[in-house]
């Protein structure tokens, strides 16, 4: 089970964070993905981390201003840092998770969490 959190209101150029915790003994056998969907437009690809963190992945749109995390030790807690926010970042942020590899493709994931909204202020 996977519950996303930390969503809210900031003004364009602020910073969030948004965290997927997860249950269960299996987190660390999965790799943990961030999608988002704004108003009347597919879900897409956000960013996405390999079930040890050794490995991250981006969209071009937020490379350099987004930041995957994981703590598989302690709190069983993927994290999205989001800093230089835009307006177009404005979406329910959703996590998912995907035993084994990650995956591009919202189509691939059995397991979501219930997203959180990021709304950014212009």
């Known amino acids: 089970q996977l519950q996303a959190s930390g969503g809210g209101l900031v003004q364009a150029g602020g910073s969030l964070r948004v965290s997927c915790a997860a249950s269960g003994r299996t987190f660390s056998d999965n790799a943990i993905t961030w999608f988002r969907q704004a108003p009347g437009k597919e879900r897409e690809f956000v960013a996405s981390i390999s079930r040890t963190g050794s490995s991250t992945w981006y969209a071009d749109s937020v490379k350099g201003r987004f930041t995957i995390s994981r703590d598989n030790a302690n709190k069983n807690t993927v994290y999205l840092q989001m800093n230089s926010l835009k307006p177009e970042d404005t979406a329910v942020y959703y996590c998912?998770?995907?035993?084994?590899?990650?995956?591009?493709?919202?189509?691939?994931?059995?397991?979501w969490g219930q997203g959180t909204q990021v709304t950014v202020s212009s």
């Open positions: 998912a998770a995907r035993m084994g590899y990650g995956s591009l493709s919202a189509y691939d994931y059995s397991y």
